[in-house]
């Protein structure tokens, strides 16, 4: 099948996974199912590599680095004011159990360490995919970042529903 069409197929299946996902009503639907969607119809091997044009992936670095940065408005800005103590605890936390368990798991697991360490980093798909790409493993790091993301926003929102409501809990006696 010709380039074009290829990359159409995937846009439909990306498209069609999103539209889905968001029926779900779980947190980020549309990105988790257009992944799911697209990253299926690839992992079938009934279509070819997606060969995407020269310059496109820059184009979609900038369109989510702008999607990410619109999210930074003064209400956030103003609140980190007030949460600049528990942002530097989770950041380094985070950053740091991701290189113990990356450095776990090429270890222990046997995986590439530049695989482990992206794929265990707290960023986010796309962006770890992305930066996982500039290594030449970013389809290994986003079939991680995929498992850990598709799992966290269906597990997260039922552990929070289920904190809350327990702490609305009458008391027993």
């Known amino acids: 099948m010709h380039g074009p069409i290829t990359l159409l197929l995937y846009l439909l ?8 996902a968001i029926r779900t009503g779980i947190p980020a ?3 988790a199912g257009a992944l799911l969607g697209a990253g299926l119809v690839s992992m079938s091997g009934k279509l070819e590599a997606a ?3 020269q310059g496109t992936r ?7 680095g702008t999607v990410i940065g619109t999210s930074l408005t003064s209400t956030a800005l103003a609140e980190l004011r007030l949460l600049w103590r528990p942002a530097i605890l989770i950041t ?5 159990t991701g290189l113990v368990v990356g450095l776990w798991c090429s270890r222990l697991l046997g995986i590439d360490p530049i695989v482990a360490l992206l794929g265990a980093a707290p960023g986010g798909i796309s ?3 992305l930066v996982g790409a ?11 970042h995929a498992v850990r993301l598709i799992t966290v926003l269906v597990v997260l929102p ?6 809350l409501s327990l702490d609305q809990a009458p008391p027993t006696n």
């Open 13 to 20: 299946a990306g498209l069609v996974g999103g539209l889905l």
């Open 127 to 129: 962006g770890m995919s």
């Open 58 to 64: 820059t184009v979609l670095e900038i369109a989510i």
């Open 51 to 53: 060969q995407w044009p």
């Open 92 to 96: 380094v936390t985070l950053v740091m």
């Open 158 to 163: 039922l552990v929070v529903r289920l904190v």
């Open 134 to 144: 500039e290594f030449g493993v970013g389809a290994a790091v986003a079939a991680l």
């Open 29 to 31: 639907a549309p990105l």
